[in-house]
């Protein structure tokens, strides 16, 4: 009887752990030359979601409970597209000083989030004076079409990221697009 009352609480304590980890995201960073003692985790409209306070032993470390999906971190001066997802427990490491470039993560969703670190260092070096440079809207339309078909054939190399990721990604690729194309519109009409 006391073998079968430990395997029941076994079993209980393995199952409530289980649930509890799958409904949480575990969050770390380690941050070089940080520029400021909090994290934050920020929606799309830029409001705080979450704050995360860094400990004593130099590390930023929070469990979330928030909805899966983008969301943007920022260090206080700098911010880059992270996404999260229940079940997820990711480490991030970087330095300040080489801030895009030093981006990494590891840990259960670190796929995703650095294939969203290097998306950054592309959309930083992506030159946007061609836009602004193309002679007819016809040419400037080709080269943002051209751009976002780039981005999501990347996007669509790595076929193990999770399918919820692509989708959202897929999304921003073209909004992102349709507001181009209204910028350099608007900036074309006003020359």
Known sequence: MRTFTFSIYTLLFFCSSFGQTKNEINFQAKIENRNWDYLYIKDANYNTVQIID???????????????????????????????????????????NNFRESIVFTGIGAEENNYLAKESIFEVNYNYGILSNAKTPKKTQKLIEEKEKTCIQMLKNNTSFDKTFVDLEIGFYKNHSEELKKYYGELREMN
Not at 76 to 94: D, P, R, S
Request: aromatic fraction near 16%; glycine fraction near 10%; avoid cysteine.
């Open 54 to 96: 860094i400990d004593t032993d130099g590390l930023f470390k929070a469990t979330l409970n928030i909805q899966d999906g983008i969301y943007l971190l920022f260090d206080g001066v700098e911010y880059f597209k992270i996404y999260l997802k229940k079940g997820y427990n990711l480490q991030l490491t970087m330095n300040t």
